[in-house]
């Protein structure tokens, strides 16, 4: 099978292309690791030997539930071919996602694009459109740019916002 990648294009890139650039990747790996929550899998080989054990261990039961006929899940024909019987699941009862989430049903963008800006720094990728201006914008004034925009067009949500600004 043969690959396309496009250097222009956010759907058909190079694999490598979504990845962390390996530079960054080593100065910053354990920064990336805390920020995901991924610590406890950042010695490598440890985390191998530990889901190959796992793996094995999980082979070796299925293995002996099949050799004591255990296994009523597994039907083996008389021509050698065989039939995977899938249990139905109990039903768990298990808290809906709305409680995951705040009270109100509405999150301004605004309020979105500050809290992904603090994560991600996002925002210091913008640069001025003209070549002879290097100034930068600070996240504040960007973000004030967006909701005046929001507020010039009169959006029933730069409204909300507003509104809702006040009230806190």
Not at 127 to 145: G, P
Request: contains cysteine; charged residues 30%.
């Amino acid at each position: 099978m043969k690959s396309l990648n496009l250097v222009h294009s956010e759907k058909y890139r190079s694999l490598d292309d979504y990845l962390i650039p390996k530079e960054d990747w080593v100065a910053r790996r354990d920064e990336y690791l805390q920020r995901a929550q991924l610590t406890k899998f950042a010695d490598c080989k440890t985390t191998l030997e530990s889901a190959d054990l796992a793996l094995d261990l999980s082979y070796n039961e299925a293995n002996r539930h099949l050799k004591s006929g255990e296994n009523e899940f597994l039907k083996f024909h008389k021509n050698g071919t065989f039939h995977v019987r899938t249990p139905k699941l109990d039903e768990v009862e298990s808290l809906s996602l709305g409680s995951c989430f705040p009270e109100r049903k509405y999150i301004p963008l605004i309020e979105a694009l500050a809290t992904v800006a603090s994560a991600t720094d996002f925002l210091s990728e913008f640069e001025h459109w003209q070549v002879k201006s290097q100034r930068r914008a600070s996240q504040t004034v960007i973000l004030c740019w967006y909701y005046g925009l929001r507020l010039r067009h009169r959006t029933p949500e730069a409204g909300a916002d507003l509104k809702r600004h006040k009230q806190e």
